[in-house]
Nanobody, 123 residues
């Protein structure tokens, strides 16, 4: 079974940047559709961004467009979420997901989920 591991979360000031990483052991991610979701306790989970298995198609939620960038490095078996111009409302646990097929009409593959990494944006 594919096991995803997120890293790169932490505390950052508003306006700052973080880069989240998602990697997998044993299996390679190059054939998977990868997504990033986030959730604040007590609130609905939100889709943030996704990238298809070729790396040519990406999607972003409106609330992160122009600030977040998703990319993949198959040689390193890693997908990244570069987060710039962070706001307090970006504070959440961020989850990496993967699937060999994508949800209809999107590039989000959601068969497998990581355990999440906490991002806190605060001064």
């Amino acid at each position: 079974q594919l096991q995803l591991v997120e890293s790169g979360g932490g505390l950052v000031q508003p306006g700052g940047s973080l880069r989240l990483s998602c990697t997998a052991s044993v299996f390679t991610l190059d054939s998977y559709f990868i997504g990033w979701f986030r959730q604040v306790p007590g609130k609905e989970r939100e889709a943030v961004s996704c990238i298809d298995n070729s790396g040519n198609s990406r999607e972003y939620a409106d609330f992160v467009k122009g600030r977040f960038t998703i990319s993949r490095d198959n040689a390193k078996n890693t997908v990244y979420l570069q987060m710039d111009s962070l706001k307090a409302e970006d504070t959440a646990v961020y989850y990496c997901t993967a699937g060999v097929v994508a949800n209809r009409g999107t590039c989000y593959g959601t068969m497998y989920w990581g355990k999440g990494t906490l991002v806190t944006v605060s001064s």
